[in-house]
T-cell receptor
Framework: DQQVKQNSPSLSVQEGRISILNCDYT??????FLWYKKYPAEGPTFLIS?????DKNEDGRFTVFLNKSAKHLSLHIVPSQPGDSAVYFC???????????????FGKGTKLSVIP | DAGITQSPRHKVTETGTPVTLRCHQT?????MYWYRQDPGHGLRLIHY???????DKGEVSDGYSVSRSKTEDFLLTLESATSSQTSVYFC???????????FGPGTRLTVT
């Protein structure tokens, strides 16, 4: 039972245009969401996060939107650059569940290709 | 970059042999995690540690054990490697304050 879903395995975007990566979750206990970027043969790197008390968080070219009622979040990259080509993972955590482990549940990833 | 190293970076081993992967951190973070990454599955949590000698199972813990005798080291052991354990293994650390986890470079393990 997949609790975090990234339904698009791949996405191709022209350089300079907007990239939109989507993520859905099913566990209503999730209250913290993160995006990671991964290049081949490297570990994932943290990109941006959002708490469930917000609906938007922005960091430079990267913006994450959260729609709690729809259990949906998205990552917008504007403008897209060839160096953004990587696999993007959505992750979620139930920070306030009392488990204390700060476990992350990851989606399967979306491979973004930015075409020059 | 967070100070996380993994060793070895690549390993080929035979079915039935024991294998130990090491994760070493210099950040003094409390939480450490082991994940595996497989095509079509994303990243799945194997085991995690919330302090020295404090560990717990993750989603895919069968066939794996862990130990943490020092804050800086978290070991993952495959007691008897199987071909289904061929994967890329990532270690991650977290302070528990900012909730983000920071990942090591990974270990590619092939079990023949």
């Amino acid at each position: 039972d997949q609790q975090v879903k990234q339904n698009s395995p791949s996405l191709s975007v022209q350089e300079g245009r907007i990239s939109i990566l989507n993520c859905d979750y099913t566990n209503s206990m999730f209250d913290y969401f993160l995006w990671y970027k991964k290049y081949p043969a490297e570990g994932p790197t943290f990109l941006i996060s959002i708490s469930s008390i917000k609906d938007k968080n922005e960091d430079g070219r990267f913006t994450v939107f959260l729609n709690k009622s729809a259990k949906h979040l998205s990552l917008h990259i504007v403008p897209s650059q060839p160096g953004d080509s990587a696999v993007y993972f959505c992750a979620a955590s139930a920070i306030n569940s009392g488990a204390g482990s700060y476990q992350l549940t990851f989606g399967k990833g979306t491979k973004l290709s930015v075409i020059p | 970059d967070a100070g996380i190293t993994q060793s070895p970076r690549h390993k080929v081993t035979e079915t039935g042999t024991p294998v130990t992967l090491r994760c070493h951190q210099t950040e003094n973070h409390r939480y450490m995690y082991w994940y595996r990454q497989d095509p079509g599955h994303g990243l799945r949590l194997i085991h995690y540690s919330y302090g020295v000698k404090d560990t717990d199972k993750g989603e895919v813990s069968d066939g794996y054990s862990v130990s943490r005798s020092k804050t800086e080291d978290f070991l993952l052991t495959l007691e008897s490697a199987t071909s289904s354990q061929t994967s890329v293994y990532f270690c991650a650390i977290s302070s528990g304050q900012g909730y983000e986890q920071y990942f090591g470079p990974g270990t590619r393990l092939t079990v023949t």
